[in-house]
T-cell receptor, first 114, second 117 residues
Framework: DAGITQSPRYKITETGRQVTLMCHQTWSHSYMFWYRQDLGHGLRLIYYSAAADITDKGEVPDGYVVSRSKTENFPLTLESATRSQTSVYFC?????????????FGPGTRLTVT | AQKVTQAQTEISVVEKEDVTLDCVYETRDTTYYLFWYKQPPSGELVFLIRRNSFDEQNEISGRYSWNFQKSTSSFNFTITASQVVDSAVYFCALSEDSGGSNYKLTFGKGTLLTVNP
């Protein structure tokens, strides 16, 4: 099915481990985004990408790394996970160049860092 | 700087009641875009509607309607004859057109709507 998918949907990892969250979209949208959602903070932008090989920081980028070698994929890596990175992570995509400003979200990844 | 305020943190209604979710925004741009998203208990974020700043017509889609008023910087969402399936967190969001930043959404904190049978 077309759309935006995330994997894994649930992940438990230990403090200090590296973990990568995957995001894949089939719409060929130029923009992709990573958010984290925490109680009391709402949705906060971690990183975004305007196209393949173009990425930029959002509101809360520290401790995260992204890459985008292909338009359809936008992985998010936690280089050394900390308990404060326990959260629900959402990937999203949009195509503002075609006046499609709304973002479409993946199902989310619930990450627990122990 | 752009800002979205959803003053209602939680609303609880009984099924079949009408309910309005408030959204007030701040922006210096003359061209901007407003959005509503729904997040049901299952957790996914579902896009509901986008409204452009130059189009002040209200929108109705089934039991849902949206009232956009530039004069009060509000973009309120009304659910008519609410149903239990409407129970969710609803987010209002804003993006501005200037400086090439129309890709970026600023979200409100969300309103938790509970519809009781």
């Amino acid at each position: 099915d077309a759309g935006i998918t995330q994997s894994p949907r649930y992940k438990i990892t230990e403090t200090g481990r590296q973990v990568t969250l995957m995001c894949h979209q089939t719409w060929s949208h130029s923009y992709m985004f990573w958010y984290r959602q925490d109680l009391g903070h709402g949705l906060r932008l971690i990183y975004y990408s305007a196209a393949a090989d173009i990425t930029d920081k959002g509101e809360v980028p520290d401790g995260y790394v992204v890459s985008r070698s292909k338009t359809e994929n936008f992985p998010l890596t936690l280089e050394s996970a900390t308990r404060s990175q326990t959260s629900v992570y959402f990937c999203a995509s949009s195509e503002p160049r075609l006046a499609r400003y709304e973002q479409y979200f993946g199902p989310g990844t619930r990450l627990t860092v122990t | 700087a752009q800002k979205v305020t959803q003053a209602q943190t939680e609303i609880s209604v009984v099924e079949k009641e009408d309910v309005t979710l408030d959204c007030v925004y701040e922006t210096r741009d003359t061209t901007y875009y407003l959005f509503w998203y729904k997040q049901p208990p299952s957790g996914e974020l579902v896009f509901l509607i986008r409204r452009n700043s130059f189009d002040e017509q209200n929108e109705i889609s089934g039991r849902y309607s949206w009232n956009f008023q530039k004069s009060t910087s509000s973009f309120n969402f009304t659910i008519t004859a609410s149903q239990v399936v409407d129970s969710a967190v609803y987010f209002c969001a804003l993006s501005e057109d200037s400086g090439g930043s129309n890709y970026k959404l600023t979200f409100g904190k969300g309103t938790l709507l509970t519809v009781n049978p």
